[in-house]
T-cell receptor, first 115, second 114 residues
């Protein structure tokens, strides 16, 4: 079985300040982990992915995430928020075994960026 | 190149009617997935296709839901005797293989059951 917990349903930051979106996962197998972003009335877009290579993963638009197996975490960060980063972010896990090919989504974190 | 497309973009139907939702995956992608996004339930997996077969149907919520894929390409999700709780955005995704790497999502079909 696999699951994802996003620790904050809403995060609010000022433009130019750092962003931290927290995610913990549970998986019976070696997981693949993803962050997806969904802007209002838009489709889901892949930000970055971890698939057992480097534990620090860099994605698009300056985002990065670090896989920490000991903490079962995969937090998303960005050094400086931009107004265009306002969106909903989903942490996602996929495992092998019987769940092969199936993504399990967290509940989402809505990021608000203030001028 | 063309991404995943879904049709219709919006569908309003009366309770008890059947609906068909269509997904055109990225050309050459062998894996295809259906998800549902609704308030209170978040994003839920429905079904996974590898080619024309469906190794994992575990997310289909009831026997009113079915899906098929023909020619290893287009997929149709059918909901029979729709209920108000079926109202949601139905998302389709495709992937180059069944490894769940980089699923590419379509824009979704917003279904409203009145």
């Amino acid at each position: 079985a696999q699951s994802v917990t996003q620790l904050d349903s809403h995060v609010s930051v000022s433009e130019g300040t750092p962003v931290l979106l927290r995610c913990n996962y549970s998986s019976s197998y070696s997981p693949s982990l993803f962050w997806y972003v969904q802007h209002p009335n838009k489709g889901l877009q892949l930000l970055l992915k971890y698939t057992s290579a480097a534990t620090l993963v860099k994605g698009i638009n300056g985002f990065e995430a670090e896989f920490k197996k000991s903490e079962t975490s995969f937090h998303l960060t960005k050094p400086s928020a931009h107004m265009s980063d306002a969106a909903e972010y989903f942490c996602v896990v996929s495992s092998g075994g019987t769940s092969y090919g199936k993504l399990t989504f967290g509940q989402g974190t809505i990021l608000t960026v203030h001028p | 190149g063309a991404g995943v497309s879904q049709s219709p973009s919006n569908k309003v139907t009366e309770k008890g009617k059947d609906v068909e939702l269509r997904c055109d995956p990225i050309s050459g992608h062998t894996a295809l997935y259906w998800y549902r996004q609704s308030l209170g339930q978040g994003l839920e997996f429905l079904i996974y296709f590898q080619g024309n077969s469906a190794p994992d149907k575990s997310g289909l919520p009831s026997d009113r839901f079915s899906a098929e894929r023909t020619g290893g390409s287009v997929s149709t999700l059918t909901i029979q005797r729709t209920q108000q709780e079926d109202s949601a955005v139905y998302l389709c995704a495709s992937s180059p293989s069944g490894t769940a790497y980089e699923q590419y999502f379509g824009p979704g079909t917003r279904l409203t059951v009145t």
